[in-house]
């Protein structure tokens, strides 16, 4: 039986409508589908990227769970269309917001550079209500200034 904390990742189970951009000027529109599915047991969560970010088609399955007591984070790595493996940690506050954290390689067909070597990303997703969820995403070169970098809304689909 998975423990009180595994069973948070329930809240971000279902088909979702994925909207957004890239911040910038112009901003590049993303736009797809994020499903979010329990593997059998329910100690992992499965979560299938598919979405086009600008022109340049984009998917991914994304493994959540291997949570850590020590650092109250889980561990979360994609595997995406491109042969990219990124790894990210999640931590859910106790209002129920989520903040992923990662190196400079998230992400990269949303990277205006192809990504980096130093700095990292940073995303809040804040489940609004049962049908909506929001994703601000942030970047860094120096582990110190955070520059706006991608803004998502998630509507449940039915």
Known sequence: MPDAQTRRLGALV?????EGHVVGEPPVPIDGTDIYEFLPGEFFLVHHVDV????QKV???EIIGEYDAATGAFTCRAYDNDGNVTIMRAHVDDDGIW???????IAP???SDGGGTAGGVRST???RDA???SAKWERTDDDAAWQPW??????RMA
């Open 14 to 18: 279902g088909r979702w409508r994925s």
């Open 52 to 55: 086009t970010v600008g022109h």
């Open 59 to 61: 998917q991914a399955i």
């Open 99 to 105: 903040t992923f954290t990662g190196g400079p390689d």
């Open 109 to 111: 067909a949303a990277q």
């Open 125 to 127: 997703l804040t489940i």
């Open 131 to 133: 049908n909506t969820m």
């Open 150 to 155: 991608m803004d998502m809304t998630f509507t």
